[in-house]
């Protein structure tokens, strides 16, 4: 059994980007109210896959999750920091280094993390694969939401495994896994469940109540929870709180995953870097096991950027969220203003779930990629009725999408 007891963290913790140390530093973590998300960022011939997807086209590419904002000053200072020390040779994790991921846990949510528990991989999708080929070797299936983003419908496949759908609900407006539709399910055939919590599509916060009954189930069936958190600093409606799942319960904590990293809430994910954090001995070991000779070191840059977020990016990372929340109020009025359309209220990340199918389009994406917007199909996540809609843009840039979406469909 692991460990429950209340753990200290250290205040005001800097990381230093060449020496690898962390110190305490009470001016890292002042308020800098020179935060400017407006400014548009060129993102053109720097291989970007989100703007190259639709290049030499005047489309405004509002699909894959990351966001256009320049990370945060500090974030951009270390790495250039790091960059002037000039030799960037394989790079190791240390006890120190998994003690800011612990710490930035018992800080956040009141967590209690032990730094050997934490486990870092390149991506969040590499650990999704990783958790069902090592945990489910005996199992032919493997529990998966219904609707959530594609690597939940294809990563199964790729490890060998069947996906065994979870029916959702949508009552009350909230994408989630339907729980009384759930806990009559038969899980014989199967050892890990995926989840994501924030949900995406969606937005969906999971509350305590739901994420117990889920546990139960998960005991009543034996089942391993892997945990999708990536979104979980992206937190939009103010009154809610994202629960880790490992902290519901003495069984949750010793039967999960939970995967985490900055790569959305500081738009690093081209850095490469994640955390898996996993309580128990057994599952983690086997975990490190399935790596070897599939899984390269964590480059030193996403080391530098990811640490960095934790100890010094929250003051960056409230007024980010304030833009979103901004972001997102306007494009809900906006868009469930306009006929045919009905954007869903989200809790959390910066990807609106568009309600489309008043339309009646045959190809609801190629419609409006031929306005100049470009969406992600709902059938990528297993609902077609829908789009999904990055707005961690700036307002300029989603005002003129909105202008384009509704002229399309007053033509």
């Known amino acids: 059994m692991v460990q429950t007891e209340a753990h200290i963290t250290t205040p005001n913790i800097a990381f230093d980007p060449v020496s690898g140390n962390t110190q305490k530093d009470p001016n890292t973590m002042q308020p800098d109210d020179n935060y400017s998300f407006e400014a548009i960022v060129d ?8 703007w190259d997807k ?12 990351d966001t256009d904002f320049k990370v945060a000053p500090v974030i951009q200072k270390a790495l250039e920091d790091r960059v002037q020390h000039g030799v960037f040779g394989y790079t190791r994790t240390d006890e120190q280094r998994n003690q800011v991921v612990a710490d930035y846990y018992q ?10 528990w934490v486990v870092w991989v390149p991506g969040i999708v590499a650990s999704l694969t990783l958790a069902m080929r090592s945990l489910s070797k005996q199992h032919q299936q493997v529990l998966t939401p219904d609707v959530a983003y594609p690597y939940f419908h294809t990563t199964p496949a790729a490890a060998g495994k069947q996906a065994n759908h979870l029916a959702m609900t949508y009552a009350q407006d909230r994408v989630r896994i339907d729980i009384d539709a759930l806990e009559k399910r038969n899980a014989k055939d199967a050892r890990v469940m995926l989840f994501c919590n924030p949900q995406n599509p969606g937005g969906s916060i999971y509350t305590r109540d739901e ?6 189930y998960c005991e009543a069936n034996n089942l391993i929870i892997v945990s999708d958190e990536i979104h979980a600093d992206i937190i939009l409606d ?19 995953i939970v995967l985490g990293g900055a790569s959305k809430a500081f738009n690093v994910a081209g850095l490469a870097c994640s955390w898996a954090v996993i309580p128990n001995g057994e599952l983690r070991q086997a975990f490190i096991d399935e790596m070897h000779g599939i899984i390269s070191e964590i480059n030193p840059f996403g080391y530098t950027a ?7 990016g929250d003051e960056w990372l409230t007024a980010m ?3 979103l929340r901004d972001n997102r109020d306007y494009l809900i009025e906006q868009l469930n203003a306009t006929k045919g359309l009905r954007m869903l209220p989200l809790e959390s990340t910066f990807l609106a779930w568009i309600d489309v199918s008043e339309l009646q389009l045959e190809d609801p994406c190629a419609f409006f990629e031929a306005a100049g917007v470009g969406l992600s199909p709902g059938r990528g996540f297993n609902d077609s009725n829908f789009l999904r809609l990055n707005f961690g843009c700036q307002k300029s840039v989603l005002e003129e999408a909105v202008k384009r979406i509704k002229k399309a469909l007053d033509r």
């Open 43 to 50: 993102r053109h011939n720097t291989n970007s896959l989100k």
């Open 54 to 65: 639709y290049k030499h086209q005047d489309i405004i590419p509002l699909w894959v999750a």
């Open 107 to 116: 800080k956040k949510y009141g967590c209690y993390v032990e730094a050997n």
């Open 211 to 216: 994420l117990q009954r889920i546990d139960a």
């Open 238 to 256: 103010e009154d809610k709180r994202h629960i880790p799942y490992m902290d519901v319960s003495a069984h949750a904590l010793n039967n999960s």
């Open 306 to 312: 990811t640490l960095t977020a934790l100890t010094q």
């Open 321 to 323: 969220n304030g833009y």
